[in-house]
């Protein structure tokens, strides 16, 4: 595993990261031996980078994610850079009501946090969605204050666009923006992503395998669990799966010659957008986490890129990421 940096005045992390969501919540149950094994053996593996939401299972994953730092041996806390978003306001059913980026609320929920990973500071943090009531100066200026107290190292931003990029950056250095990004979802391109390598703001890509769909696992017919999110959304139904899915086997085509696999060229060709790009993977279990991690040795020339791009085309790709509400939260 070889090294990255979130932007001018970030941390330095592992290549690519572990996103945790999926132990938690939106993709059904899942293991919660295999969730902490799978940490375990990220970390063994040269993950350095866990990404979590306060949000994820409503406090689950912050707590699956202390409970595996604490079981990973002397000094596991300290070699990892603990990603952290907020805000995002739930209720017990598992509602979803809105987004608080106020800067009492920002502190409300660090202090919450803390306690359930169980350490005294978060490395990167950021509001999960903006807060359409509150001016993000007023939310980073907030954070700003808790990396001059110590509890937060460096301030981190997540969906937001480019008018909202700059105006954060005035108010105080910002490592990176968290962001969707992949063969399928490739809108930052335009104008998002270079504000960001203007600005020397990094990059850590989530959804790099658009959910499981270039995972080059999923098929017609797979039954999804109870509370799975994928049901939801737009491009696996219907139509527009069957489109989806075509598209990833033109990729596997593509991914056969060069002898990997689906996902390993997918993840691949995240990692040759630059440098100051850090995918985070989102396996759920070992065998996934260690298919993920081959991807890191996968050296793509021009022609190799050219394929993978001829198989998967940009505006060929059906349905938007998340559904029509959801996608109204986006500021990007």
């Known amino acids: 595993m070889h090294d990255r940096t979130l932007g001018a005045s970030g941390p330095v992390v592992s290549a690519l990261g572990l ?6 919540a939106l993709y059904g149950e899942a293991d919660r031996t295999e969730s902490v094994a799978t940490v375990h053996a990220a970390l063994d593996a040269g993950v350095t980078l866990l990404d979590t939401g306060d949000f994820y299972g409503m406090g689950h994953n912050e707590l699956l994610i202390g409970e595996a730092l604490r079981t990973a041996g002397a000094g596991a806390r300290d070699r990892v850079v603990l990603s952290v978003k907020f805000g995002a306001l739930r209720d017990a059913g598992g509602g979803w009501n809105g987004y608080d980026g106020r800067p009492a609320a920002v502190k409300n929920f660090l202090a919450y946090t803390l306690q359930r990973l169980g350490t005294d500071h978060v490395d990167v943090y950021r509001l999960s969605r903006l807060d359409p009531a509150v001016p993000v ?21 997540s969906e937001v666009g480019a008018e909202t990029i700059r105006r954060a950056a005035a108010v105080a250095p910002i490592s990176d923006l968290q962001i969707e990004y992949s063969l399928f979802s490739r809108d930052i391109e335009a104008e998002t992503l270079p504000v960001c390598r ?22 017609r017919d797979r039954a999804l669990a109870p509370g799975d999110f994928r049901g939801l959304s737009p ?51 070992r065998d996934r986490l260690a298919e993920a991690l081959g991807a890191v040795d996968v050296a793509l020339d021009a022609a190799d890129l050219a394929a993978i791009e001829d198989a998967v085309p940009a505006d060929e790709v059906a349905g938007t990421r998340y ?4 996608m109204a939260h986006l500021d990007s």
């Open 235 to 285: 491009r696996f139904s219907g139509e527009n799966l069957d489109r989806n899915l075509a598209l990833v086997e033109a990729l596997r085509a593509t991914a056969e010659q060069k002898g990997v696999t689906v996902a390993q060229a997918a993840i691949a060709w995240v990692l040759s957008r630059g440098e100051d790009i850090v995918p985070l993977v989102g396996a759920r279990r």
């Open 323 to 326: 559904p029509e509400a959801l």
């Open 19 to 24: 996103g945790c969501m999926g132990m938690s």
């Open 198 to 219: 203007e600005l020397g703001i990094g990059v850590t890509a989530y959804g790099v395998l658009s959910r499981g769909l270039l995972g080059g696992h999923w098929t």
């Open 137 to 157: 100066e007023e939310t980073v200026g907030a954070i700003a204050e808790e990396v001059e107290a110590g509890r937060v190292r460096h301030i981190g931003l």
